[in-house]
């Protein structure tokens, strides 16, 4: 083990010195300095990628007697053979190059046809990118249909019959739901909507959010709050947990819950034992779901619940001296809207986003020959925002232009962001087994929230996969029936 671990160090510190510059390049770095950025990025990508994949490593990896080794050392080996050898590997360096290459430009060219509404700009660029990633599905193989090997990438154990098992409770439970709600008026929201129509002095939002921060249990000692377009949380360990939020003077909520989602994300880095962080590949979070989860869980389960209204009422008096009811506020940060984007989406449509994205996608990925029409995909997207929302996109900018997940090349992604809102749903079940959520919310007492959370899930780190770990919060498997159940006792009430 002893080459393995140096080739480990130095991975770390690959890892280290990229994250750093991505960090640097979304908060700080000068607009100029973009290409120099890239440049020393290509570099460093370049060693971190030979310093593991190499003949002699590789030799060690597969040679090695696993009975003989620790359980950490076992962990260390499985998850180096997984995320290396078995992916990256099979693929010829050449034509991963040429892939990087091919993200890279589409990227840009989506920005373009974002920018301008115009998508024939883009079809050729994503039609090689679906062709580019079914011939690597070609080269890593696949248990029943291709797009399993995919979902495994961001979900490890995340196949096809566990999601349509998923969707179908969304499709034949929500869909009829939220149709039904959305054709609702409350104007009890409307009126309060009005009251929160006015500016919030960026400064003081500032404030106001790091107080929050740290009252959920954010650890300045080991972490930074910045600004950046698109909030997000990176990681160097669990001793430098870095995050970002994006103030709008004219609403103050939407600074709040990007704060409070990152706060999800930075508090499991933060709580990963020392024992996994220290190896590197076993540090940060498990997978895509299990993050989105955490997030997820502080963002809408957490802080979107009854029992936190006082909280935010508290602090818009302290900082603003603006006075909002409870019940205003929960109907505001709760309401359902007819919504072409995603990310502008409430809690309760937010799945059928998701399910619609997963149905273009296996349908895509159902089989690796065939011709691909991207002009297909896209007036399938508007189809199915017709049938499950009731709202046609009028443009490609309302519809298959508005997310990135695709020119990046990560097909498959999106399951794992409406997985994570059902583990939230089923961790809170289980923490409410134990204690009262609710009491604990309006005591402010989140360090025993964190105490969950970090004794059944966040000190692992990544050297369990997801099913153990929604097996360890919830003493049982996953269940998608606990989320159904708590988005229509929730939502019944407020629009009953
Ligand atoms: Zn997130």
Known sequence: MKEIYEALKRDKAYTHVLTLLSWDQETEAPKKSIDNIAETVEYFSKMKYENIINPVIKEKVYSINEEELSDLDRKIIKKLKKEYFEKLAKIPVEEEAKFLALVSKSCSVWEEAKVTDNFEILKPYLKDLIVSVKKFINYRGYEGIPYNTLLDDYETGLNTDILDSFFDKVREELVPFILKILKTKNDKIEKAKLKLNRKFDVHKQKEMNLELAGMLG?????????????????NMSNKDVRLTTHYYENDVLSAIYSTIHEVGHAIYEQQVLDEYDNTGILGSGSTMGIHEAQSRFYENVIA?????MPIIKGL??????????????????????????????????????????????????SKLDGDVSVEDIANKWDDLYEKYLGIRPRTRKEGVLQDPHWVYGEFGYFPAYAIGSAYASQMFNA???????????????????NKFLYERIHKYGSSLEPKDLIKNCCDEEFNPTYYIKYLKDKFSKIYE
């Open 431 to 449: 923490l409410n087994k134990e204690m009262i959520a609710e009491e604990l919310i309006a005591n402010k007492e989140f360090n025993k929230i």
């Open 316 to 365: 818009l008096k302290k900082y603003f001296d603006f006075d909002i009811t409870e019940e205003e506020l929960y109907l505001v940060i709760n309401e359902v809207k007819r919504q072409y984007i995603r990310t502008e989406a409430d809690e309760l449509t937010y799945p059928v986003h998701v399910m619609i994205r997963y149905e273009i996608e296996k349908e895509l990925f």
């Open 218 to 234: 954010f650890d300045f000692s080991r972490g930074v709050i910045k600004e950046s377009e698109h909030p997000f949380t990176t």
């Open 304 to 308: 979107k619940n009854m029992s936190f």
